[in-house]
């Protein structure tokens, strides 16, 4: 997979883009919209002053504002950028600031929720198109972002029952424009996928690491010490933002249970095969797997490096 972005667009997608948000993903979308001229100008709207204040120093944004209704005055685009928890409130305080035509959406990692928390504080004559881009690292914060994170990743887009074809279509449009693939499902469809692709991996990462927490003290220092791949892998999952991904469990609830409870049972069959020592059974398993991540490689969805494919950020 090429990590080289295409030619800038010869006109902008979006007039005015207000990202609200400015974390890994939304500064990684201020930066790809800049670099594509995807958006004619971007606005950056984030509670922190420290952030807006690194954000205009990195040249992301042309404006970063305190204030919700300053930062969607106007806008064309409003991408919500702030924890699945979070989307509810902010879509309360903006939505009275929205202009007639504005498109909002989202970078959830849940989707059912977030549309039952944003759309009825969204006015009449304001679209609304949620979207997950299937792309990140464990990094946060606006230094973390950089313009080729979706380049040949998956961005999934949920439009709620009777959303605008016009409005999916250009949303669709800017994130082809900044690299990604892009995918239309219903939101309970999606939240059920990534319960099982993103959501349950991460909670045993957590759960495994949590667990090696434990056992440190009793090992004095050999957990970390003698960490092989398959352990150092996990914490690289399980250092990712602890509010973004509470938010996630709480609100994909169902969709992880479930998956939990199917994972369960399938663990409970591999304790079988170990305990009465079915290595048929074992390496008839393990063959199955290899052949979804090798599925995984050929799909340009990773590469075959151990480290899960993990580039320097900076030369991208």
């Given amino acids: 997979m ?4 295409g030619p800038a667009l010869s006109e902008p997608i979006f007039n005015r883009v207000t990202i609200i948000g400015l974390g890994l993903i939304g500064s990684s979308i201020a930066r790809a919209a800049r670099r594509m001229n995807a958006a004619g100008e971007i606005v950056a709207a984030d509670a922190s002053e420290a952030v807006r204040a690194r954000v205009l120093e990195l040249g992301v944004a042309d404006r970063a504002e305190a204030s919700l209704a300053d930062a969607v ?7 919500l950028c702030v924890p699945v928890g979070a989307n509810g409130a902010v879509a309360e305080a903006m939505g009275p600031h929205l202009k007639p035509g504005c498109i909002v959406s989202d970078v959830g990692s849940v989707k059912s929720a977030v549309v039952a928390a944003v759309a009825p504080h969204l ?13 990140g690292t464990e990094h946060s914060g606006p230094d973390a972002g950089f313009a080729a994170l979706f380049l040949g990743r998956w961005c999934i887009l949920t439009p709620p029952e009777g959303a605008d074809p016009e409005h999916v279509a250009k949303v669709q449009t800017f994130w082809r424009a900044i690299g990604s693939n892009v995918e239309v499902m219903t939101p309970s469809h999606h939240d059920l996928v990534l319960a099982i692709t993103s959501h349950v991996p991460h909670l045993i990462a957590y759960n495994i690491v949590g667990t090696a927490a434990d ?3 009793v090992t004095q220092s050999e957990v970390i010490k003698f960490s092989a791949g398959g352990f150092r892998d996990f914490t690289r999952i399980a250092a990712s933002d602890p509010t973004m991904w509470r938010d996630i469990f709480l609100h994909n609830k169902d969709a992880v249970l479930e998956m939990l409870g199917r994972f369960n049972e399938d663990l409970a069959a591999l304790q079988r095969m170990i305990r009465w020592g079915d290595g048929d059974g074992l390496f008839e398993l393990f063959t199955r797997t290899r052949a979804i991540r090798r599925g995984i490689i050929e799909q340009g969805q990773e590469t075959a490096a151990p480290d899960f494919g993990r580039r320097d950020a900076a030369g991208q």
Avoid at 2 to 5: F, P, V, Y
Avoid at 73 to 79: H, I, P, Q, R, T
């Fill in 73 to 79: 005055k106007d806008a064309d685009l409003v991408v």
């Fill in 215 to 217: 056992l440190e003290e």
């Fill in 2 to 5: 090429s990590d080289r972005m």
């Fill in 123 to 135: 006015p009449a004559g304001v679209g609304f198109v949620p979207a997950h881009p299937v792309a």
